[in-house]
């Protein structure tokens, strides 16, 4: 019985010999070391040495007699806590396509393991995207709780411009009390706030440091890294791909990024960087059976011999890691995450060092190479040529613009209950190609279907044996780089059939008497045809709502923007909030967004805080394609704006791309001059605007928010008058400037009980919008701007509502003659989101409940 060992395993003493290994005792014993060992971080790991202190103190006091022998047993080594990098190795990688880079999306690319979070450019929209697959969120982790690390392949908006909102959203669910509406001050500076840290082309952090002056979250924590960088999951090697010209053919740069090619007098142009990935090995599996016959007890030696470690018994006798452990099978060859911007960048890839081991179809191979390369550099000889030197058996995954548009399900689900109310003013989005077509099949490849789900790869000749896929990026799709079983490419789609949507809600009698109401005022659908009458007044303006949320973003409502067709012909933009132009894309469809996008004519800007302006270069980006693929001459459009934007149009221009092409600069403050700022920008004048949108009155109204605030007012030729606060307080000369206009749409960021919050932030209260109204006498009234508590159904309990007040929802679009309709959708609207807006009223009573306490603790503190 010398190798007897007396063990306590949750409350049961377990006597161990050679002889009593059955397998329920072993079953026990693996599931305790997994627990014991390989779980040991942050609350887990202070539960399991609670869970063994309690276990120790039963023992002794349960049974003295064996006390001793258990204490003996438990204590051969202190607990230690296992390093942190050994406790966070992950046994599950996937990577998961956020962004798919096809029409109206940016590119990005999760990196996800069981602990942590990688992004792979961040592009506009890119926080909301990742907000609405249920189905990644399940079963690969694609959320961004956790996200500290985002790499950035090349220095342009399209892989950055989600920087700033990501890390607002990041902040918010960290720090909630940190939020811009809640206080102008900053919160524990230094402690609990969450960092992003950037990685990429040198200068590419200056994106977000810019963009943050713009933000009134003064918590956000963005910083750089330079070099290789390795943590417990991953080791990424950024690899430089860079354009070199002539001195003399060389464009200025700013001094700090000039490089020259030592000896043959060239000058660095421009720079992108490809990631070479490499997942850190996994830990052994510790085999139970080998353990039980070399006597390794349960506790720290376990650990020990899964990291590599030899370990003492008690008799003296040493064991080794190979004695007890069996190796996990696995595929670990690297992945690879590569730009090439243009054709001209195509020598550098070619000529990487780094890459050449993998290249000539070398037995080194890549798992699977990740291109977010744009579309015609990807489609072109020599990029396919390099794509071909790789091994076959590595897949392929193309995130660009031929590949399928991002579909935001949860507002889908969300339009097509709105869509009961009304299908004129809330009509539903457009359908958009599947992922059915998007696997490539050159003509050497074989045929190939997704979603693709194989066995796990065992060893590494059947990994070189399989042959590589080439897929196009779409909603839902991953790459199981390393799991137990389904390696390669899968997709997890989100099923939304609108129609069950609908049934599911007209089953519930109260949302159903509501509607019933309605229809008695309103109609379901549209009764008058939409050709001709090209200036009907019943008919333009036609307003769209494509963003009416404040701050950052959240799943059902965007950043500020509102496209106003004043005509057949013409088109303003109110506000232009991060990812505006996917917002028009998704409600308008691929043709019909082309078509919008040459309309318009001018975009109103009415301040500087970054939800008001972020989309600014998409969309003039974009307009400028419209353009080109419908063969017009290209008109620049007029950018209305504070002058202090020149700050950031020269900032993109002389960091990003040229830009100053694209449009015609109207400064507000028409009583300041002009000033160099050593950037060229055609300007124009507020005639110019009346002219461009047919407008006999234009007047911008300076408002009570921050420096340099602006609303607006204008009157179209057909006498239509309409007002637009921006962010502000309840203001005088906005009063003035709008009287008698025919609709005022005004922000309502706050609810009436948060008036001080609304002092604060320099924002409005719901009644105090709808008190502008009145004295502004205004015809129609839309609230807007919510704060992103309010993700579904503003609280209207309270408020005293006129007959000519509306609420402006995301994809919202109103006309002349169904303004009149708004008021009346209120209660059935109310109705149909009663659960969201029951949940939202418990939590304002426990946050009531909470600043009660907090002031009453604060007061009897004082007193004393």
């Not at 806590?81 to 996937?94: E, R, Y």
């Not at 850190?280 to 020990?304: F, R, S």
């Not at 390393?482 to 490419?489: D, I, Q, S, V």
């Not at 602006?710 to 962010?727: C, E, I, M, P, R």
Request: charged share 25%; glycine share 6%; with cysteine.
């Amino acid at each position: 019985m010398s190798h007897c060992k007396h063990v306590v395993f949750k409350d049961t003493r377990i006597l161990l010999t050679p002889q009593n290994t059955v397998i329920n005792t072993l079953r026990q014993f693996h599931v305790y070391c997994s627990c014991r060992i390989n779980l040991t971080m942050g609350k887990k790991n202070r539960r399991n040495q609670m869970h063994n202190n309690s276990i120790r103190e039963n023992a002794t006091n349960s049974n003295p007699t064996t006390a001793g022998v258990v204490h003996d047993e438990m204590r051969v080594r202190p607990f230690k806590k296992l390093p942190q990098p050994l406790a966070k190795i992950p046994t599950k990688i996937n990577l998961v396509v956020i962004a798919t880079g096809g029409p109206g999306t940016s590119r990005s690319l999760l990196v996800t393991t069981e602990y942590q979070r990688y992004m792979f450019n961040c592009g506009e929209g890119t926080q909301r995207l990742a907000a609405m697959s249920r189905s990644l969120r399940a079963s690969a982790y694609a959320k961004l709780a956790g996200l500290e690390h985002v790499f950035i392949t090349h220095k342009s908006w399209e892989n950055a411009g989600g920087l700033l909102g990501m890390a607002m959203t990041l902040e918010g669910q960290k720090n909630p009390d940190s939020k811009a509406y809640l206080t102008r001050d900053k919160l524990h500076p230094g402690r609990n706030n969450p960092r992003i840290t950037i990685h990429g082309p040198p200068g590419v952090e200056n994106i977000a440091w810019m963009a943050k002056k713009f933000s009134d979250h003064t918590n956000l924590n963005i910083v750089r890294h330079d070099g290789v960088f390795k943590d417990a999951a991953l080791t990424v090697t950024p690899i430089p791909v860079c354009l070199w010209a002539a001195e003399e053919d060389a464009a200025p740069a700013p001094a700090k990024r000039q490089r020259r090619l030592s000896g043959q007098g060239e000058v660095l142009v421009d720079e992108a960087y490809a990631y070479l990935c490499q997942a850190q090995p996994q830990l052994p599996k510790i085999n139970v059976e080998k353990c039980v016959e070399a006597g390794v007890t349960i506790g720290p030696m376990v650990g020990c011999l899964q990291r590599g470690e030899s370990v003492t018994l008690d008799d003296g006798r040493v064991v080794h890691p190979n004695q007890v452990t069996d190796l996990v099978p696995s595929d670990n060859r690297p992945f690879l995450v590569v730009e090439c911007p243009s054709l001209d960048f195509l020598p550098s890839l070619r000529q990487c060092s780094q890459l050449q081991p993998y290249l000539e179809k070398s037995d080194e191979s890549l798992a699977v190479i990740v291109h977010m390369t744009p579309a015609d550099v990807f489609k072109s000889e020599g990029y396919q040529s390099w794509m071909s030197g790789f091994h076959d058996s590595t897949d392929h995954m193309v995130i660009n613009r031929d590949a399928s548009e991002a579909d935001l399900i949860r507002v889908r689900d969300h339009q097509a209950r709105l869509n009961l109310i009304s299908q004129e003013v809330f009509p539903m989005l457009p359908d958009f190609d599947k992922c059915a077509t998007n696997v490539v099949n050159p003509a050497d490849k074989p045929e190939a279907a997704l979603p693709q789900k194989e066995e796990g790869l065992q060893t590494k000749s059947s990994v070189l044996n399989k042959q590589g896929q080439i897929v196009k990026a779409c909603p839902g799709l991953l790459y199981v780089y390393r799991g137990k079983e389904g390696l390669g490419f899968q997709v997890e789609l989100d099923e939304c059939n609108s129609q069950d949507i609908q049934k599911s809600y007209l089953l519930e009698p109260e949302v159903r008497e509501q509607i019933a109401a309605l229809r008695k005022v309103v109609p379901a659908t549209s009764e008058e045809s939409t050709e001709g009458e090209e200036e009907n007044i019943t008919r333009y303006p036609r307003v769209t709502f494509l963003g009416t949320g404040s701050s950052e973003p959240n799943m059902m409502r965007a950043q500020s923007c509102i496209v106003v067709q004043v005509s057949k012909h013409s088109a303003v933009v109110l506000d232009c909030g991060e990812d505006s132009y996917g917002q028009l894309y998704r409600f308008f469809g691929k043709t019909k967004s082309s078509q919008i996008l040459c309309k318009i004519k001018a975009i109103f800007i009415s301040h500087l805080h970054a939800d008001h302006h972020l989309g600014l270069f998409s969309l003039m980006k974009e307009r400028k394609i419209a353009f080109d693929e419908s063969d017009k001459p290209f008109v620049p459009l007029l950018l209305i704006a504070p002058i202090q934007m020149r700050r950031w149009m020269r900032f993109y221009h002389q960091e990003m791309e040229k830009v100053t092409h694209l449009f015609r600069f109207v400064r507000h403050q028409v009583e300041l001059s002009e000033f160099s700022d050593g950037v060229t920008m055609e300007t124009a004048t507020f005639e110019d605007v009346k002219k461009e949108l047919n407008l006999t009155e234009y007047k911008s109204v300076e408002v009570e928010h921050c420096n340099n605030a602006f609303g607006v007012s204008f009157t179209h030729a057909n006498g239509f008058k309409l007002v637009y606060s921006g962010d502000t307080r309840p203001c005088d000369s906005l009063v003035a400037a709008g009287e008698d206009c025919d609709l005022l749409i005004h922000e309502a960021t706050h609810e009436d009980s948060l008036l001080e919050n609304a002092k604060a932030s320099k924002h409005s209260t719901f009644s105090e919008a709808i008190d502008v109204g009145k004295k502004m006498k205004a015809k129609n009234t839309i609230l807007t701007h919510f704060s992103q508590r309010y993700t579904y159904m503003v609280p209207l309990f309270d408020v005293d509502l006129p007959q000519n007040v509306g609420v402006a929802f995301d994809n919202m679009q109103v006309t002349p003659k169904t303004l009149r309709y708004l008021p009346h959708m209120i209660p059935a609207l109310t109705s149909l989101f009663f659960q969201e807006l029951q949940r939202f009223e418990s939590k304002n009573i426990r946050r009531v409940r909470e600043e009660a306490e907090t002031r009453s603790q604060q007061s009897r503190a004082d007193s004393q």
